[in-house]
């Protein structure tokens, strides 16, 4: 069964400095993995995903994040962040759309907030 | 492209009373679509898979009798919320996905509609 980790409920940054958000998944078949953003009382917006091809992925709004399969990991990165960047961001794993109809298993999310 | 509307986007109810929340792709067509709660500061939690023209997938614990989903059309999904109780307060988030055999444009993604707020008094 699939299953997503975030370490770290909340995080907090300066403006300007690295962002990074740490997602572990586990899955018994070669996974795709999503980050998506949350704004306040607003639905998910995807920010990147991957899907078995490239390991680096670039994402929206500067955002990217690297597959490491022998670490079982897709943390996401953004070099500087911006006070527009403060949000809830969820990791999410699925199998392959032939099994469990495509289904998306969340982390429990992380919050980022970026001081001025 | 890949938006995905909600409406209402927020509904205060009394209690005892049913709630209807549309979720709708405006500009693919989504063969599936999924229901999703949300409690504050929490994940997103799995509701049921609607599949257009049969009947939906409830995931364990849902109550279906209580959770009525309908998914008409291919750009048309509804979650009725029946005799809503202030338990069921909650926020509610759909998504879509494109059938299987187009994902060459939008790959396995689920796009999330903006959700809906419901507050049963």
């Known amino acids: 069964a699939q299953s997503v980790t975030q370490l770290g409920s909340h995080v907090s940054v300066s403006e300007g400095a690295l962002v990074l958000l740490r997602c572990n998944y586990s899955s018994s078949v070669p996974p795709y993995l999503f980050w998506y953003v949350q704004y306040p009382n607003q639905g998910l917006q995807l920010l990147l995903k991957y899907t078995s091809a490239a390991t680096l992925v670039k994402g929206i709004n500067g955002f990217e994040a690297e597959f490491k399969k022998s670490e079982t990991s897709f943390h996401l990165t953004k070099p500087s962040a911006h006070m527009s960047d403060a949000a809830e961001y969820f990791c999410a794993v699925s199998p392959p759309i032939y099994n469990q109809g495509g289904k998306l298993i969340f982390g429990q999310g992380t919050e980022l907030s970026v001081k001025p | 492209g890949a938006v995905v509307s909600q409406h209402p986007s927020w509904v205060i109810c009394k209690s005892g009373t049913s709630v209807k929340i549309e979720c709708r792709s405006l500009?693919?067509?989504?063969?599936?679509m999924f229901w999703y709660r949300q409690f504050p500061k929490q994940s997103l939690m799995l509701m049921a898979t609607s599949n257009e023209g049969s009947k939906a997938t409830y995931e364990q614990g849902v109550e279906k009798d209580k959770f009525l989903i309908n998914h008409a059309s291919l750009t048309l999904s509804t979650l009725t919320v029946t005799s809503a109780h202030p338990e069921d307060s909650s926020f509610y988030i759909c998504?879509?996905?494109?059938?299987?055999?187009?994902?060459?444009?939008?790959?396995?993604?689920?796009?999330f509609g903006p959700g809906t707020r419901l507050l049963v008094l």
């Open positions: 998504s879509a996905r494109e059938p299987q055999g187009r994902t060459k444009r939008l790959g396995e993604t689920q796009y």
């Open positions: 500009d693919f067509q989504a063969t599936t």
